[in-house]
């Protein structure tokens, strides 16, 4: 187990009707708050009016920003700032998903910084202090709601970084399973993958001995693997909405990786995917994680894959290494496609026209080879893409 | 799943050597601090004189209160809010285990209370703010490094009381396994009970459908069941230190209890037989644990047991429930004996004499009857008391 700093400042209020305390949170910092949300499915289900209910019944003025996008641009962070400036605004309340929750993150940042706030994202500039933010979740899926980092896409560049600062951690975040029953199939989906995915990437590193957080992150992905399709099936099952949306918190708010190093890969190889053709982050990431399981399984990391193949997926432990690896990754496709998310590139609409392209910009976009748990270099990734058609 | 407030504030500095930030970390909250510890071990391996270095480069004052006793008086307490007020201390720096910590909590909290400070332990006095303390941990037992809650002992009134207030989390604790390679044996098993008690209270409840909360327990559980014979034969061995340090934080930070309704039973039967008898906290736990377990066993919470069975100790899942019940609570029993720890309350030289009153006080000091998983009156607590004898 590797030397860690552990802290998750924000205080999580979690279950149904937890929006009855928003008017109390939000005046803990601020009374002039800018309200970012998405697509408008906030106004149908009815959050939008019990925010504007509680904005009011508090004296809480409020200012909008809508429409933000799914994979979100740095155009709309510019125009949230410049309400922001415009209007004096005190706070930020984020009512969506991980897109919203990013988009208000980089303008809480971006409010204090002089320059076009995209260097605060590429780390051209530094972030020295941000407005306080709050979220209101939605979709079980990015865990954004419950940690300091942010996912924004500049289509001006083809780029989606990463980026990250304990300053943008909100301060509190109302988790209400009952707002994802209406969540889209294949949106809910998206989201069980990404919080597989979340855990995959802290799950498999060459870190030993971090047995406990390698344990927890089992819990969260046999979370997902019960209830996802359930969620799918039964879109009001409170039980496997609250577990996933508490799993969605978990698995990337720092819990499995403290104590680990967990450098990312599959997230970069498919964030190009989403940065060239904007298709759906989870999806993506369906289509990439079983090629790059077969791709970096090798005599180094077998092991691993046995050990999530015995305690995630009770393969007889007895079995040969490989045959349970092997096992393992095939549950993993065979879930996948039991929540019914595309599997190939060729099923979103993505040939071979721009494989090399991309496997360029993981490279360049990680300052060198992809991941830690087996480095992966530009033949690598791009071999990974073409596994994957 | 019910609903649940997240907020777990302590930041966690976790490794070898993370002592050095100790000057950054204080100087953040004061520079006239109370130093408390227990029987002088802290001397013995350097941590003591690392502080006292770090304090003076720091130019940071300090007056100390050495000498805690396992289940901390509230004498101590008394003693440490005196040494506060006369020399104005700002900061309080606990060193040692739960005793050490539990102490500091309520001198911090008692700083800034007129009346005698069991007031606030009894809760019939309210703690309104406390002192900023921080933690040293040497051993991993207690989890008091990384929540809100305090156990105190009046020995004039054989009262130990369990009472908590967000005021008392400690600000910072910093976690080096290195600390407890020298902790005798008795002391590291004790410890690990106490760890695994922990965890069974959160785990064995009747909510429904926490089902990420109970796999996160079951890690929990994994990491002693696999480190706690290792820490005992290898007193060095890192790896098996550091899981059960950090085991021993995350077992009682509220991440195994959120959304549950975690209502102790185990812990207030022990408290009574540590109030009386002054014995080991952990040792008083291996022995109660088991005799309870087999006592509340019944068609209503054995499914829970085939759980803890099945995913714990890997039992066949096609076995008999109660046979899978049966052999889970005699692992149970079986991998305390391996820690060397005592069974029976005759080891620890307690006989008949006192158990009903000790039962009549579990009683009262529960204002009815105890825990939920199976609530217990006077008569059951009696029996679980004759069991173990």
Redesign the interface.
């Known amino acids: 187990?590797?030397?860690?700093?552990?802290?998750?400042?924000t205080?999580?209020?979690?279950?149904?009707?937890?929006i009855e305390a928003l008017g109390d949170q939000v005046k803990k910092y601020g009374s002039k708050v800018l309200l970012v949300y998405g697509g408008g499915s906030i106004k149908k289900i009815g959050v939008y009016d019990k925010v504007v209910e509680i904005f009011k019944a508090n004296n809480i003025a409020f200012w909008e920003l809508g429409g933000i996008d799914p994979n979100p641009r740095i155009s709309s962070v510019r125009e949230g700032i410049k309400i922001c400036r415009e209007k004096d605004i005190d706070f930020i309340l984020a009512v969506g998903g991980g897109s919203t929750i990013d988009c208000s993150k980089t303008i809480a940042a971006g409010y204090y910084y002089d320059g076009d706030p995209w260097d605060l994202v590429t780390g051209d500039a530094e972030i020295e202090k941000a407005l306080p933010i709050g979220t209101i979740v939605t979709i079980a899926a990015t865990g954004s709601e419950m940690n300091s980092g942010a996912v924004i896409t500049n289509p001006e560049t083809n780029q989606k970084l990463v980026y990250g600062h304990p300053a943008i951690a909100p301060k509190f975040s109302i988790l209400d399973p009952t707002y994802t029953f209406t969540v889209p199939t294949n949106q809910t989906a998206a989201g069980v993958v990404d919080i597989i995915s979340h855990t995959f990437e802290n799950y498999f590193t060459r870190t030993?001995?971090a047995?406990?957080q390698d344990?927890?992150a089992?819990?969260?992905l046999?979370?997902c693997f019960?209830?996802g399709k359930t969620a799918i099936d039964e879109p009001k099952n409170?039980?496997a909405r609250?577990?996933l949306m508490?799993?969605s918190s978990?698995a990337i708010n720092g819990?499995l990786a403290?104590?680990k190093n967990a450098i990312w890969s599959m997230h970069p190889i498919e964030h190009e995917l989403s940065a060239y053709y904007d298709i759906t982050h989870g999806a993506g990431l369906a289509i990439i994680t079983p090629p790059w399981m077969e791709y970096v399984l090798d005599d180094e990391t077998v092991d691993k894959f046995v050990e999530y193949g015995v305690n995630v997926w009770d393969i007889d432990k007895t079995k040969d290494k490989y045959a349970i690896a092997h096992e393992a990754i095939d549950k993993t496709r065979e879930y996948f496609r039991s929540l019914g998310v595309p599997l190939t590139l060729k099923e979103v609409g993505i040939g071979e026209e721009k494989l090399e392209d991309m496997a360029k910009a993981v490279i360049e976009h990680s300052n060198g080879p992809v991941g830690d748990f087996k480095p992966l270099n530009y033949e690598d990734v791009l071999n990974i893409y073409k596994k994957a058609l």
Request: no cysteine; net charge positive.
């Open positions: 187990m590797l030397n860690f700093n552990y802290s998750i400042p205080q999580i209020l979690f279950g149904k009707d937890q030993k001995g047995y406990l344990r927890l089992e819990a969260v046999k979370t019960t209830y409170y039980e609250a577990n508490w799993a978990l819990l403290f104590g």
